[in-house]
C-alpha cells in the first residue's frame, strides 16, 4: 500500500514530533489539533523540534478541528496521537477522512486498539508503540527529549502479521528515527503500558522527573509492586510482554521475590539517568492543569486485573492518589509515595 496523504490527529508532542520530522522529510502530512494558539502559531511561524542535537523550524499544514470539514483530501493513514480518554470520539471524527483503505494508526499510550477497530474496523487499525520522549510547553514549540538514536516506535498488526503496509508505515516514520516493525504488538503494547504506569502517575503524583523519580529510595518498592501485578494479568491473558524499559519482565519478577534488587534499582537508576530531563506525560498533564490519564494507563491495569482475577491493589491505590492530586485535594510532592508503602 502506498500512503501518499497522512494526517495527525491530535498535535501534542508525539503529534508534533511525527509532523514536523515527517515534513522536513517531504511527506504530505497535515496535523489536526483542537489547541487554537497551537494550530495559529504552526500556521503563522511553523512548528519548531528542540531536540538533543539539533533544532529546526518546519512550515507545517496546520489545521483547527472546527476547520476540518473543509478538507476536501481523504487520508491513506492517520496517526492518532490524542489522549486515550478522546480516543473514542476523535475515532469517530476522522473516520469520515480516511479513504476506504486507509488506516488508523495508534500513536498512544495505553491500549486503545480494542476502542478503535470497533469504529473503523479491525482490518484498518494499526498500534505504533511511541517509545521517543517529548514535551510541547508552548505553542509551536515540541522538545525532544530523547536522543535521536533512540528507537522512537514499534508498528504492528493487531494479528502479529509483518504486513507490506506496516513495513511501509516504518519506512515512513525512518525520518523521527530508527523505527521497527513488531510481530507481538501486544507484548510491546503491555511492556509500554507497564512503564507508563510505573512511571508516568508516580512522577505527576511526586512532580519528580524521569532520572529523579528513578534515582528516589521510595519508587523503587512501589515500582515493582506495579509491575508485578501488570505482569502477572499479561500471563493470564496468555500475552508475551517484551523488556519493560529495556529490562526483562523475568527480572522483575525476581526482584519481587527478593532476588537481585538491587541490581534492579540499579539498572533502573541508570536508565533514568539515561531519560534526561524528560518528564512524563501525565506529570505534563498536571502541571498545564489538564486531566490526566490515570485511567488509561494504572485504571487499565485495574480493570484487566478484575477481569482476570489478579489483585492490583498497587495500581488501584496510584489512581486513587492521582485523581486526589488532581483535583487539588493532595499537594503534588514526593511525600505522596508514602501513602503508597502499605501496598508494598
Avoid at 112 to 125: F, M, Q, S, W
Avoid at 168 to 193: F, I, M, Q, Y
Amino acid at each position: 500500500m502506498v500512503f501518499a496523504k497522512l494526517a495527525v490527529m491530535g498535535v501534542g508532542a508525539i503529534g508534533s514530533t511525527i509532523g514536523a520530522y515527517l515534513t522536513r522529510a517531504g511527506t504530505d502530512i497535515t496535523l489536526i489539533d483542537m489547541w487554537p494558539a497551537h494550530v495559529d502559531a504552526m500556521q503563522q511561524r511553523g512548528l519548531t523540534v528542540a531536540a538533543q542535537d539539533e533544532e529546526f523550524t518546519v512550515k507545517v499544514k496546520a489545521v483547527h478541528l472546527a476547520d476540518a470539514c473543509r478538507l476536501r483530501e481523504r487520508f491513506d493513514a492517520v496517526f492518532l496521537a490524542v489522549k486515550s480518554y478522546d480516543t473514542v470520539w476523535a475515532t469517530h471524527f476522522i473516520q469520515p477522512y480516511l479513504q476506504t483503505a486507509g488506516v488508523l494508526v495508534s500513536a498512544q499510550n495505553s491500549i486503545n486498539e480494542d476502542l478503535i477497530a470497533p469504529i473503523v474496523g479491525y482490518t484498518r487499525t494499526i498500534g505504533c508503540v511511541v517509545t521517543l520522549g517529548a514535551g510541547l510547553y508552548e505553542p509551536a514549540h515540541v522538545t525532544r527529549t530523547s536522543a535521536s538514536s533512540r528507537p522512537p516506535f514499534a508498528v504492528g498488526e493487531l494479528n502479529g502479521m509483518i504486513t507490506p503496509r506496516v513495513r511501509e508505515l516504518v519506512k515512513l516514520l525512518s525520518p523521527v528515527g530508527p523505527s521497527h516493525a513488531t510481530a507481538n504488538l501486544w507484548g510491546d503494547r503491555w511492556a509500554k503500558l507497564i512503564v507508563n504506569s510505573m512511571a508516568n502517575a508516580l512522577a505527576g503524583i511526586t512532580g519528580l522527573g524521569s532520572a529523579d523519580l528513578r534515582a528516589h529510595p521510595d519508587a523503587f518498592p512501589i515500582t515493582v509492586k506495579i509491575v508485578g501485578e501488570a505482569l502477572a494479568i499479561a500471563a493470564a491473558l496468555g500475552v508475551q510482554v517484551e523488556p519493560v524499559g529495556g529490562i526483562p519482565p523475568q527480572q522483575y519478577l525476581d526482584a519481587l521475590r527478593g532476588v537481585g534488587r538491587e541490581a534492579l534499582r540499579a539498572a533502573l537508576v541508570e536508565r533514568g539517568r539515561a531519560l534526561g530531563a524528560g518528564r512524563p506525560s501525565l506529570l505534563q498533564d498536571i502541571t498545564k492543569g489538564r486531566r490526566a490519564e490515570v485511567e488509561y494507563l494504572n485504571g487499565y491495569v485495574v480493570r484487566k486485573g478484575c477481569e482476570v482475577g489478579v489483585p492490583t491493589p498497587m495500581n488501584a491505590a496510584i489512581v486513587d492518589i492521582t485523581k486526589r492530586v488532581e483535583v487539588g485535594e493532595l499537594q503534588q510532592g514526593p511525600a505522596n509515595l508514602q501513602l503508597l508503602t502499605p501496598y508494598v
